[in-house]
């Protein structure tokens, strides 16, 4: 019984943390221009993919890890520079649907290069599973916690204790006034796109030798850490982890106690429940508008 | 309605007539039906995001209900196809109505995000029941049935479509016209504006929301019956981004636009049926490229060039 | 016709209007003064339904309307401008105005769709009134024109017409002279006149002062949230506490 849950924790919490690390960049791309980053999902798969073919062309580990972050967050601000900028103050179906484009060449384009199979990556030490309580471990998973708390720990420093991030948080309260005060905005989106993608791209690759990958991974993905972001508070960065790691948790519980056919629906259904009953999300607060 | 559309409504009538006799085989008849198809829909679909301003991004979702309707109901209960055709339509149109209640009683734009959602659940459902859907391999849909005659014919189908998309047009452009359309358009432009002259805003939202699911969801039992199959893929995601591709590039908010937009995005896949990947990449360049570049879509756009040089 | 009692709304910690009484007659061209920020657009948000008040209460013809929804309100002849203009820019000018009868139409879709009988006649002599009133309000040759090709001090006027068209008991105007020249605010002046002697009970808000005691037959001053005083032209003109927080130079 308690190792049947602590299964599911476990794995929940495994994949959750891919789900926060989307969800942080949803939130990033959101707070720096409202824009709803649909092609999120696609830096995550971008992540995998990357570090598969870097590894497989015979780069050493670290180089091809380094490179298959880089490489998406470069990927990222060309996507800011080209689809974004030129349309800003756009209504937000817009910028949606212009997101959801680049989703699209982003994806067709891996599917071009490097086909449709299926790619593994070698675990980062090793594949002995550990045993607690009577359930299972794999080593990856500890990768993929650790990883993402540093992350989250490093990124909680970086917007509030330096300048430059407190320049971006500035910038998503109050555009206009972030920029009288000469807070460079344009850098802001700039960064905030980079990294954004570098995060989808981590959690891709720290995924990767568990779930495995292919050209088509980012849809669900991306979209389950928008509901992640959702269901923390859209624009809240604790919500995200938060609600990364929650979602995760519920669709592991829900794939091993309810049915395991519905699994990829329950995140959906999730978010469907957070907009009737709590659509500010866990952490979002209350907003009037001025007329 | 103004002359220039009593004129574009000729136009389509005589197209409508006259393609059924120049194509020059049934590859291309076919062709013509899946473009008078998908136009109807995007008609349903261009009401609620071009002129509502509301976005939805799993109306396939709505397709599939219709078709699943039209290949389940029959098959496994023996229902008579227009009944199930009806059933499906009433089953989304109560669907809509209730998720759509709660969320535009939110301000912003959380249509999006709960019809995603809604289309990947259907869509789910339909690939994991497969004792009664067959699955992601799909089921044959029986013949539609008229007063006890079966319609298999290209031809047939193809007149009855027609058919359908000239009530579709004229009933959308008398609707834009009305007070009900007005306000519709209101909406889009000022909420806070038309709430003060007594437009019902949820209401309306609904309304037409419900409107555009219904539409796809006839048009779904109408494509499931033409092509004798249904599969999960007619309900997916891609599929959804596809019609609302066709909406954007035919021109938002234009009756007009969302023919040339089905036209044009319906034969695009097969121009590309053989490069797989190539086909979301240009789908995804295109999409892009006319939010950019022409964001009123290629008819609006043509006509405010003209309108200029009048 | 209008009576408020006690009403209050606070934003978190910004008590933006604090427990203001006032009655207002019907007929008659009632103007709320006050320095920036007094409070006089969230009043009227109050009125008209866009804000719900923390305490208090509005009546109108004795029944109880706070906390209605602006369309609920418009059903009960209230109409109102917007300081910042809502107007739909996506729409022809005439179009705008049109839309303001939307209460008074047939708004059936099916119908619409289906194009009734008789509809298309209601929707010509729509458009008739439509224009007319648009002459009314001095926009006579912008009838065609569309919506995002008219200057702002256009698109006040429109707004007007809009009004209008609902055929309203009480209309609030919300600084319908402001960001307009000095001739463009003679000619609204000139127009809340006409609209005041057409039988609409006209609530304004302005800061143009020359305006407000030309137009006005009472007039209540707001400052920070709370009432200053409320009387003719002549009484709030002599009152020290409205002088000393508002007037000054302009007595």
Same mark, same amino acid.
């Given at each position: 019984?308690?190792?049947?849950?602590?299964?599911?924790?476990?794995?929940?919490?495994?994949?959750?943390?891919?789900?926060?690390?989307?969800?942080?960049?949803?939130?990033?791309?959101?707070?720096?221009?409202?824009?709803?980053?649909?092609?999120?999902?696609?830096?995550?798969?971008?992540?995998?993919?990357?570090?598969?073919?870097?590894?497989?062309?015979?780069?050493?580990?670290?180089?091809?890890?380094?490179?298959?972050?880089?490489?998406?967050?470069?990927?990222?601000?060309?996507?800011?520079?080209?689809?974004?900028?030129?349309?800003?103050?756009?209504?937000?179906?817009?910028?949606?649907?212009?997101?959801?484009?680049?989703?699209?060449?982003?994806?067709?384009?891996?599917?071009?290069?490097?086909?449709?199979?299926?790619?593994?990556?070698?675990?980062?030490?090793?594949?002995?599973?550990?045993?607690?309580?009577?359930?299972?471990?794999?080593?990856?998973?500890?990768?993929?916690?650790?990883?993402?708390?540093?992350?989250?720990?490093?990124?909680?420093?970086?917007?509030?204790?330096?300048?430059?991030?407190?320049?971006?948080?500035?910038?998503?309260?109050?555009?206009?006034?972030?920029?009288?005060?000469?807070?460079?905005?344009?850098?802001?989106?700039?960064?905030?796109?980079?990294?954004?993608?570098?995060?989808?791209?981590?959690?891709?690759?720290?995924?990767?030798?568990?779930?495995?990958?292919?050209?088509?991974?980012?849809?669900?993905?991306?979209?389950?850490?928008?509901?992640?972001?959702?269901?923390?508070?859209?624009?809240?960065?604790?919500?995200?982890?938060?609600?990364?790691?929650?979602?995760?948790?519920?669709?592991?519980?829900?794939?091993?106690?309810?049915?395991?056919?519905?699994?990829?629906?329950?995140?959906?259904?999730?978010?469907?429940?957070?907009?009737?009953?709590?659509?500010?999300?866990?952490?979002?607060?209350?907003?009037?508008?001025?007329? | 309605? /103004?002359?220039?559309?009593?004129?574009?409504?000729?136009?389509?009538?005589?197209?409508?007539?006259?393609?059924?006799?120049?194509?020059?085989?049934?590859?291309?008849?076919?062709?013509?039906?899946?473009?008078?198809?998908?136009?109807?829909?995007?008609?349903?679909?261009?009401?609620?995001?071009?002129?509502?301003?509301?976005?939805?991004?799993?109306?396939?979702?709505?397709?599939?209900?219709?078709?699943?309707?039209?290949?389940?109901?029959?098959?496994?209960?023996?229902?008579?196809?227009?009944?199930?055709?009806?059933?499906?339509?009433?089953?989304?149109?109560?669907?809509?109505?209730?998720?759509?209640?709660?969320?535009?009683?939110? /301000?912003?734009?959380?249509?999006?995000?709960?019809?995603?959602?809604?289309?990947?659940?259907?869509?789910?459902?339909?690939?994991?029941?497969?004792?009664?859907?067959?699955?992601?391999?799909?089921?044959?849909?029986?013949?539609?049935?008229?007063?006890?005659?079966?319609?298999?014919?290209?031809?047939?189908?193809?007149?009855?479509?027609?058919?359908?998309?000239?009530?579709?047009?004229?009933?959308?452009?008398?609707?834009?016209?009305?007070?009900?359309?007005?306000?519709?358009?209101?909406?889009?432009?000022?909420?806070?504006?038309?709430?003060?002259?007594?437009?019902?805003?949820?209401?309306?939202?609904?309304?037409?929301?419900?409107?555009?699911?219904?539409?796809?969801?006839?048009?779904?039992?109408?494509?499931?019956?033409?092509?004798?199959?249904?599969?999960?893929?007619?309900?997916?995601?891609?599929?959804?981004?596809?019609?609302?591709?066709?909406?954007?590039?035919?021109?938002?908010?234009?009756?007009?636009?969302?023919?040339?937009?089905?036209?044009?995005?319906?034969?695009?896949?097969?121009?590309?049926?053989?490069?797989?990947?190539?086909?979301?990449?240009?789908?995804?360049?295109?999409?892009?490229?006319?939010?950019?570049?022409?964001?009123?879509?290629?008819?609006?756009?043509?006509?405010?060039?003209?309108?200029?040089?009048? | 016709?209008?009576?408020?009692?006690?009403?209050?709304?606070?934003?978190?910690?910004?008590?933006?209007?604090?427990?203001?009484?006032?009655?207002?007659?019907?007929?008659?061209?009632?103007?709320?003064?006050?320095?920036?920020?007094?409070?006089?657009?969230?009043?009227?948000?109050?009125?008209?339904?866009?804000?719900?008040?923390?305490?208090?209460?509005?009546?109108?013809?004795?029944?109880?309307?706070?906390?209605?929804?602006?369309?609920?309100?418009?059903?009960?002849?209230?109409?109102?401008?917007?300081?910042?203009?809502?107007?739909?820019?996506?729409?022809?000018?005439?179009?705008?105005?049109?839309?303001?009868?939307?209460?008074?139409?047939?708004?059936?879709?099916?119908?619409?769709?289906?194009?009734?009988?008789?509809?298309?006649?209601?929707?010509?002599?729509?458009?008739?009134?439509?224009?007319?009133?648009?002459?009314?309000?001095?926009?006579?040759?912008?009838?065609?024109?569309?919506?995002?090709?008219?200057?702002?001090?256009?698109?006040?006027?429109?707004?007007?017409?809009?009004?209008?068209?609902?055929?309203?008991?009480?209309?609030?105007?919300?600084?319908?002279?402001?960001?307009?020249?000095?001739?463009?605010?003679?000619?609204?002046?000139?127009?809340?006149?006409?609209?005041?002697?057409?039988?609409?009970?006209?609530?304004?808000?302005?800061?143009?002062?020359?305006?407000?005691?030309?137009?006005?037959?009472?007039?209540?001053?707001?400052?920070?949230?709370?009432?200053?005083?409320?009387?003719?032209?002549?009484?709030?003109?002599?009152?020290?506490?409205?002088?000393?927080?508002?007037?000054?130079?302009?007595?």
């Amino acid at each position: 019984m308690l190792a049947q849950f602590l299964q599911f924790l476990f794995s929940g919490l495994t994949v959750g943390a891919t789900y926060a690390l989307a969800a942080l960049g949803f939130t990033l791309i959101y707070n720096a221009s409202h824009v709803i980053n649909f092609a999120q999902g696609e830096f995550i798969m971008l992540g995998g993919m990357l570090a598969v073919f870097f590894t497989a062309a015979g780069l050493p580990l670290p180089v091809a890890l380094a490179l298959a972050i880089l490489v998406p967050a470069i990927v990222g601000v060309v996507v800011e520079k080209l689809a974004i900028e030129p349309v800003k103050g756009a209504e937000t179906v817009t910028l949606i649907i212009i997101t959801i484009g680049a989703s699209l060449v982003i994806r067709g384009l891996i599917q071009i290069w490097l086909g449709k199979g299926t790619f593994a990556l070698p675990a980062f030490s090793g594949d002995q599973p550990i045993e607690i309580l009577g359930a299972v471990l794999m080593p990856q998973s500890l990768w993929v916690f650790g990883i993402t708390a540093i992350v989250v720990v490093a990124l909680w420093y970086f917007f509030n204790r330096t300048l430059q991030g407190k320049a971006m948080l500035a910038t998503s309260f109050n555009r206009t006034a972030a920029e009288l005060v000469g807070i460079n905005t344009s850098w802001v989106l700039f960064m905030s796109f980079a990294m954004s993608a570098a995060l989808g791209a981590l959690g891709g690759i720290l995924i990767t030798p568990i779930t495995l990958t292919s050209y088509d991974v980012g849809i669900m993905l991306g979209l389950k850490g928008f509901v992640a972001a959702v269901v923390g508070g859209l624009g809240n960065g604790l919500g995200a982890v938060l609600g990364g790691l929650l979602v995760g948790i519920l669709e592991a519980m829900g794939a091993g106690y309810l049915s395991s056919a519905y699994k990829d629906a329950i995140p959906f259904v999730l978010i469907l429940f957070i907009l009737f009953f709590m659509p500010r999300g866990l952490f979002g607060g209350k907003s009037t508008d001025r007329v | 309605m /103004k002359k220039s559309q009593n004129i574009g409504l000729l136009i389509v009538i005589a197209v409508l007539l006259v393609v059924p006799f120049i194509v020059p085989n049934s590859f291309y008849l076919d062709l013509a039906i899946r473009m008078a198809i998908n136009a109807v829909i995007v008609l349903g679909l261009n009401l609620l995001i071009g002129f509502a301003g509301q976005i939805s991004l799993g109306h396939a979702g709505f397709l599939g209900i219709g078709a699943y309707a039209s290949a389940v109901l029959p098959t496994h209960f023996g229902w008579h196809p227009l009944v199930a055709m009806g059933t499906g339509a009433a089953v989304t149109g109560l669907l809509a109505a209730l998720v759509a209640r709660p969320i535009f009683k939110l /301000k912003g734009h959380y249509l999006a995000m709960a019809t995603l959602g809604l289309g990947i659940i259907i869509n789910i459902a339909l690939r994991n029941e497969a004792q009664w859907t067959g699955g992601p391999d799909g089921m044959p849909v029986p013949p539609m049935s008229v007063f006890g005659v079966e319609i298999y014919s290209d031809k047939i189908w193809y007149w009855v479509v027609a058919g359908l998309l000239v009530v579709s047009v004229w009933a959308s452009l008398n609707l834009i016209d009305s007070p009900f359309g007005r306000a519709l358009r209101a909406l889009h432009g000022s909420e806070v504006a038309s709430q003060v002259v007594g437009v019902d805003v949820v209401r309306y939202k609904v309304a037409i929301f419900v409107m555009s699911a219904v539409f796809a969801s006839l048009m779904g039992s109408v494509t499931a019956h033409y092509i004798g199959f249904v599969s999960p893929n007619f309900a997916d995601f891609f599929h959804s981004i596809e019609l609302v591709t066709m909406v954007v590039v035919g021109g938002m908010a234009s009756v007009f636009g969302s023919l040339i937009g089905a036209v044009l995005l319906t034969a695009l896949p097969q121009a590309l049926a053989t490069f797989e990947g190539w086909e979301t990449v240009v789908f995804g360049a295109i999409l892009m490229l006319f939010m950019i570049f022409l964001p009123k879509g290629i008819v609006p756009t043509l006509a405010a060039k003209f309108g200029k040089g009048e | 016709m209008l009576e408020v009692k006690d009403l209050s709304i606070h934003f978190g910690g910004v008590k933006a209007v604090q427990n203001v009484s006032f009655n207002i007659d019907a007929g008659i061209v009632y103007s709320v003064i006050g320095p920036n920020g007094a409070g006089k657009t969230t009043l009227f948000n109050l009125i008209t339904g866009v804000y719900t008040p923390t305490t208090g209460e509005i009546r109108l013809d004795g029944e109880a309307i706070q906390g209605k929804s602006p369309n609920e309100l418009a059903r009960r002849g209230v109409a109102r401008t917007f300081q910042n203009l809502q107007v739909c820019m996506n729409m022809t000018a005439i179009e705008n105005v049109m839309v303001g009868a939307h209460l008074r139409l047939d708004r059936n879709l099916i119908k619409a769709a289906l194009r009734f009988p008789g509809l298309k006649r209601r929707d010509r002599e729509l458009r008739e009134e439509a224009a007319a009133l648009m002459e009314f309000v001095g926009l006579g040759q912008y009838v065609n024109a569309r919506a995002d090709a008219m200057s702002f001090g256009a698109l006040k006027r429109l707004e007007i017409a809009r009004a209008l068209a609902m055929k309203p008991r009480l209309i609030f105007l919300d600084e319908p002279a402001a960001g307009l020249n000095p001739k463009e605010t003679i000619e609204v002046d000139h127009l809340v006149r006409k609209v005041a002697d057409s039988g609409v009970t006209v609530v304004l808000v302005e800061h143009d002062m020359k305006m407000v005691m030309n137009l006005s037959d009472r007039i209540l001053v707001l400052d920070y949230g709370k009432k200053l005083a409320e009387g003719t032209g002549e009484e709030i003109r002599k009152n020290p506490d409205v002088i000393a927080a508002y007037l000054g130079a302009h007595a």
